[in-house]
């Protein structure tokens, strides 16, 4: 079982960055992290994912403005956040996967992150 909990959510102006963290309660090294988002009255979408060897996938228009990271030894992943935007508003979620048997698949709590203008 891993737990996942993300930080550096918060009320920021438009124009302004944030980063963001999700700190794993055991080793993430097997699996592949993700950043996703979910917008009021809208679905899940993906922002971004990270294999365990770096292999980065961003969701079109993405890569622009977000940049996903994580540092292995320290079981934490990150999302740097530039030139936010009042579309950017939304509840930030952090996933990890685990295709090899035994499949896993774990969610965050959720940090809210929203852009004023």
């Known amino acids: 079982q891993v737990q996942l909990v993300e930080s550096g959510g918060g009320l920021v102006q438009a124009g302004e960055s944030l980063r963001l963290s999700c700190a794993a309660s055991?080793?993430?090294?097997?699996?592949?992290m993700g950043w996703y988002r979910q917008a009021p009255g809208k679905q899940r979408e993906m922002i971004a994912t990270i294999t365990s060897g770096g292999t980065i996938n961003y969701a079109d228009s993405m890569e622009d403005r977000f940049t996903i990271s994580r540092n292995n030894a320290k079981n934490t992943m990150y999302l740097q956040m530039n030139s936010l935007k009042a579309d950017d508003t939304g509840i930030y979620y952090c996933n990890a996967f685990r295709a090899m048997t035994p499949r896993q698949m774990y969610w965050g709590q959720g940090t809210q992150v929203t852009v004023s203008t």
């Open positions: 055991g080793s993430m090294s097997s699996f592949r």
